[in-house]
């Protein structure tokens, strides 16, 4: 049996694919991006028109470094169903601090958006928005290698990253910015800027508005800045983050977006500073400290402590989101609402999806284009048009914090029912892997009979906590009705 997950994990995403040059009636290399980027259903589309000849070719033309990718069975282990068309898929329009995007993607501030015809390209491609690299006017220098991973298989399961903010001199990026907006005018271009002292905030930001720029992100959370008194530093310091955030909304005209560190324990004291400055919107999270010690990555044979992201963070930037979004004084209970712009391992269309339902307007992506490349934004799009489609909705903010009254306190949750796991034993091949985790991590509410190497649930042991659901690597264990505890 195949294990779908696993075997497309295994596609190395190549540039040009083989694969697809192979097949004369297709595109298999589309077809299992799309699987890979959560958007299985909508793979057939690419190879619909392919013989099993085409498909057999584009096997033997994999180049993978192990074994060719099976994509006779990979294809066909997964259902196609109908793909909304240009006329009929939803809109993904949607107004962000007033301004309207095309869809909710956008580049984050980072080595993804360093110059222009980095940035047009992404345009070109279906981005609807930059939030270009952080400006400043001190002289940046960089170290190598700047970059870290902590890898699953071929991917990023947490990218480490050293760099700090733009390396150009600040009025060629002001340069690079008014060239874009005037060649992309429907696009959206936010300068991320970072002042040392006031009067620099208020004087970088001014600078962006008369560039063109559509709003200007205050940059108070970079954590590897050499110099102190920039970057998280300030956005620790709630009294700073109010200081200029006031003094930039005194100087211009366009949406302020202060950018929120993860790198405290309640984000929600800047960001009520922000608030009460003025801020039209607030973009959380920037890479968490870390620290990763591969031998390769050291600089001259040291270490320090840098940014830390990708799909490791999305849980942690998760839970900053929803606590502003619920936060009332945040979520215009009581006056004024801030826009939330969500950041922090967005890699798949699902994935946004998650910040939109929390209350964001807006997403921001940078790890996942580093590792995989602008292309992603065909299956961000794909996937939530699908979505949306599938639940009739028409206007993407209709989404928008739709999850948000499904959350509650810990003792607000439900303690007098529970779900049981449950063996699907066609599927099951008998590893033992959910025996020795509830053996040695669970409640022992798992027997296995090693003669016929079949696992058993123990109902009178079994709290229906799933690590055993978690740890099954075919996907054999799944869900029981909910019932009442005895």
């Not at 202060?258 to 890479?287: E, V």
């Not at 390769?296 to 963070?313: L, M, P």
């Not at 995989?372 to 903010?397: C, F, K, P």
Request: aromatic share 8%; glycine share 6%.
């Amino acid at each position: 049996m195949m294990h779908i997950k696993e075997e497309v994990s295994r596609c190395l995403l190549c540039e040009e694919a083989p694969c697809t040059k192979a097949c004369q009636n297709g595109d298999p290399a589309r077809a299992i991006r799309a699987i890979r980027f959560d958007n299985a259903k909508n793979a057939w589309q690419w190879t619909r028109d392919c013989s099993e000849a085409d498909l057999e070719r584009a096997e033997q033309a994999c180049i993978h470094y192990d074994r060719p990718v099976r994509i006779r069975q990979l294809l066909g282990a997964v259902s196609g169903s109908p793909t909304p068309t240009d006329k009929t898929a939803p809109s993904l329009a949607i107004d962000f601090c007033g301004i309207h995007c095309e869809n909710p993607f956008f580049l984050a501030s980072s080595a993804i958006c360093t110059n222009y015809e980095m940035v047009a390209k992404a345009f070109d491609m279906g981005w609807a928005g930059v939030f270009y690299k952080t400006i400043c006017k001190q002289e940046i220098r960089e170290v190598s290698p700047r970059f870290d991973a902590v890898k699953h298989g071929t991917s990023f399961a947490g990218f480490r990253n050293m760099e700090q903010l733009s390396e150009n001199p600040y009025t060629v990026d002001f340069d690079i910015l008014r060239r874009l907006k005037h060649n992309y005018p429907s696009k959206v271009v936010v300068a991320s800027v970072m002042g040392k002292y006031e009067e620099e905030w208020a004087e970088l930001a001014k600078m962006a508005e008369e560039a063109g720029c559509d709003a200007v992100e205050l940059n108070f959370s970079c954590p590897q800045m050499r110099l102190s008194g920039m970057g998280s530093d300030v956005g620790q310091n709630p009294e700073l983050v109010a200081i200029y955030t006031t003094s930039v909304k005194s100087h211009v005209k366009i949406p302020v977006i202060p950018k929120m560190t993860p790198n405290i324990t309640h984000m929600r004291l800047p960001a009520m500073s922000a608030y009460f400055a003025g801020a039209d919107a607030i973009s959380a999270i920037n890479t968490i400290k870390s620290v990763t010690m591969s031998p390769e990555a050291a600089v001259s044979g040291k270490w320090t402590i840098s940014g830390y992201s990708g799909r490791a963070v999305k849980p942690i930037a998760l839970r900053y989101i929803y606590q502003m979004a619920s936060n009332s004084v945040l979520n215009g209970s009581h006056g004024k609402r801030v826009e939330l712009s969500g950041i922090g391992g967005i890699e798949t269309w699902r994935d946004a999806l998650e910040f939109i339902q929390l209350g964001c307007s807006n997403v921001q992506v940078c790890t996942a284009v580093m590792e995989y490349g602008y292309r992603i934004i065909d299956d961000l799009v794909l996937g939530l048009q699908t979505y949306m489609a599938e639940r009739h909705i028409s206007r993407l903010d209709e989404l928008v914090g739709e999850q948000l009254p499904n959350f509650v306190l810990p003792s607000d949750l439900d303690r007098d029912t529970k779900v049981f796991p449950k063996i699907d034993r066609d599927h099951c091949i008998g590893c033992g892997r959910c025996y020795v985790s509830c053996r040695d991590g669970g409640h022992q509410a798992i027997a296995f009979d090693n003669a016929t190497r079949q696992p058993r649930i123990i109902g009178a042991k079994c709290v229906g906590c799933h690590l055993c659901r978690l740890v099954c690597p075919t996907g054999s264990i799944g869900l029981t009705k909910r019932i009442r505890k005895d």
